[in-house]
């Protein structure tokens, strides 16, 4: 799962032609992200020895001064323990978004995803620090989970039942608004732990349910609820 930085504080899809994507219904996407993990984690060890692995892997503000972290960090991770929770996670809820997308859509997708949760929670909290009597510190951020709880939310908007449901009960948009918010919260409490960057969760988990229910990841005339079921 995302912490803060401690030194800061089925069946395939068959592509359609010009989709870029022949490689649908392959969960390699998943098998590189986990390669990537590796190469960076082991780039952090690197330069945290010469000193400067937070200039190259932590998201910290003012977000324009290291602004390639806002990608670098969605692949680093503080520690082997935390590593491997997000590589376990992604494995679960990866894989089978993976083999309902393409390769490059899955990458454009975790990449993007994580770096609008990392970004809403430095940014966040640096709002909320700036409040009177609000007892939270600027924060620094790494880690994937963000956007693994984006590829959480993804499957939760996009499966066979969720579509099923959304097409014969007319419900208000108020209201879904509302059940998509709560579900976000509890998802995001789930995971509450010192260290743990929340809102990064509940970012990417929204933001991973907006994505669902507009099929960004689907191929030609199938998507992700022709392959996940429940």
């Given at each position: 799962?995302?912490?803060?930085?401690?030194?800061?504080?089925?069946?395939?899809?068959?592509?359609?032609?010009?989709?870029?994507?022949?490689?649908?219904?392959?969960?390699?996407?998943?098998?590189?992200?986990?390669?990537?993990?590796?190469?960076?984690?082991?780039?952090?060890?690197?330069?945290?020895?010469?000193?400067v692995m937070g200039t190259f892997f932590?998201?910290?503000?003012?977000?324009?001064?290291?602004?390639?972290?806002?990608?670098?960090?969605?692949?680093?991770?503080?520690?082997?323990?935390?590593?491997?929770?997000?590589?376990?996670?992604?494995?679960?809820?990866?894989?089978?978004?993976?083999?309902?997308?393409?390769?490059?859509?899955?990458?454009?997708?975790?990449?993007?995803?994580?770096?609008?949760?990392?970004?809403?929670?430095?940014?966040?909290?640096?709002?909320?620090?700036?409040?009177?009597?609000?007892?939270?510190?600027?924060?620094?951020?790494?880690?994937?989970?963000?956007?693994?709880?984006?590829?959480?939310?993804?499957?939760?908007?996009?499966?066979?039942?969720?579509?099923?449901?959304?097409?014969?009960?007319?419900?208000?948009?108020?209201?879904?608004?509302?059940?998509?918010?709560?579900?976000?919260?509890?998802?995001?409490?789930?995971?509450?732990?010192?260290?743990?960057?929340?809102?990064?969760?509940?970012?990417?988990?929204?933001?991973?349910?907006?994505?669902?229910?507009?099929?960004?990841?689907?191929?030609?005339?199938?998507?992700?609820?022709?392959?996940?079921?429940?």
């Amino acid at each position: 799962m995302a912490r803060h930085s401690r030194s800061s504080s089925g069946s395939g899809v068959r592509s359609d032609p010009g989709s870029g994507g022949s490689d649908a219904g392959s969960s390699s996407p998943v098998l590189e992200v986990l390669v990537a993990f590796a190469v960076v984690f082991a780039a952090q060890g690197i330069t945290a020895f010469a000193g400067v692995m937070g200039t190259f892997f932590v998201l910290a503000p003012p977000l324009t001064t290291n602004p390639w972290t806002i990608v670098t960090s969605v692949y680093a991770h503080s520690g082997l323990g935390h590593l491997v929770s997000n590589a376990l996670a992604l494995l679960v809820f990866g894989w089978p978004v993976a083999r309902a997308t393409t390769r490059w859509r899955f990458h454009a997708f975790f990449a993007s995803t994580g770096a609008i949760a990392g970004v809403a929670q430095v940014a966040l909290t640096g709002v909320f620090a700036s409040l009177p009597f609000v007892p939270v510190a600027p924060t620094a951020v790494l880690g994937a989970s963000g956007a693994v709880f984006a590829l959480l939310g993804y499957l939760v908007a996009s499966n066979r039942l969720s579509t099923g449901l959304a097409s014969f009960i007319d419900v208000p948009q108020w209201l879904a608004v509302l059940v998509v918010l709560g579900l976000a919260t509890a998802v995001t409490l789930a995971t509450a732990a010192p260290g743990v960057a929340l809102i990064a969760h509940f970012a990417g988990f929204l933001v991973g349910v907006v994505g669902g229910r507009a099929r960004v990841l689907a191929v030609g005339s199938r998507g992700l609820s022709d392959s996940v079921s429940g």
